[in-house]
């Protein structure tokens, strides 16, 4: 049962446009959600998180927008750059200091 | 700089071989995980470790185990190698709060099981 959903896949996007990468979770109990960066041949990275007490928390390009009610979040990269190309992993946390990731989405972006 | 390596990087072994996989970290961190990371799946947890003497199944342990007899260290170990364990290993570590981001990953150790 994946408790945390990334629906796509892969996601190609033209530098200097928005990436928008999405995520769905089923666990309520989930209060703190997070997106790592994955280049090949390295581990992943953290980039931005956010707590179920907020809606939106923004670092620079990258902003993260949290719908509890929906159980669902997205990941928004404005402008897109070419070393954004990476694999974005959506992950939640409750109660227990561990996470639990999604499958990943590949982003692609082109010149 | 304190850091988390793997080992080996690469492994190519036979079904029914015992397989270990090494993970050290140097920032004196309480809590270690194992994931494995494959295509359609994600990242899912095999195994953690709150401390020493403490481990944890996770959401795909079985053919797994762990020990946990330092702070630094967490071995991976295959007890008997199926094909279905070919997959990328990526070992992390964190002090407690992982809320924040301070999960660290590993390079990962990419496993072929024949």
């Known amino acids: 049962d994946q408790q945390v959903k990334q629906n796509s896949p892969s996601l190609s996007v033209q530098e200097g446009r928005i990436s928008i990468l999405n995520c769905d979770y089923t666990?309520?109990?989930?209060?703190?959600f997070l997106w790592y960066k994955k280049y090949p041949a390295e581990g992943p990275t953290f980039l931005i998180s956010?707590?179920?007490?907020?809606d939106k928390n923004e670092d620079g390009r990258f902003t993260v927008f949290l719908n509890k009610s929906a159980k669902h979040l997205s990941l928004h990269i404005v402008p897109s750059q070419p070393g954004d190309s990476a694999v974005y992993f959506c992950?939640?946390?409750?109660?227990?200091?561990?996470?639990?990731f999604g499958t990943g989405t590949r982003l692609q972006v082109t010149l | 700089d304190a850091e988390i390596t793997q080992s080996p990087r690469h492994k190519i072994t036979e079904t029914g071989r015992q397989v270990t996989l090494a993970c050290h970290q140097t920032?004196?961190?309480?809590?270690m995980f194992w994931y494995r990371q494959d295509l359609g799946h994600g990242l899912r947890l095999i195994h953690y470790?709150?401390?020493?003497?403490?481990?944890n199944k996770g959401e795909v342990s079985d053919g797994y185990s762990v020990s946990r007899s330092n702070t630094e260290d967490l071995p991976l170990t295959l007890e008997s190698a199926a094909s279905s364990q070919t997959s990328v290993y990526f070992c992390?570590?964190?002090?407690?709060?992982?809320?924040?981001?301070?999960?660290?990953f590993g390079e990962g150790s990419r496993l072929t099981v024949l």
């Open positions: 992390a570590s964190s002090e407690s709060r992982v809320e924040t981001g301070e999960l660290f």
């Open positions: 666990n309520s109990m989930f209060d703190y």
């Open positions: 956010i707590s179920s007490i907020k």
């Open positions: 992950a939640a946390t409750g109660t227990a200091s561990k996470l639990t």
């Open positions: 920032w004196n961190h309480n809590n």
């Open positions: 470790s709150y401390g020493v003497h403490d481990t």
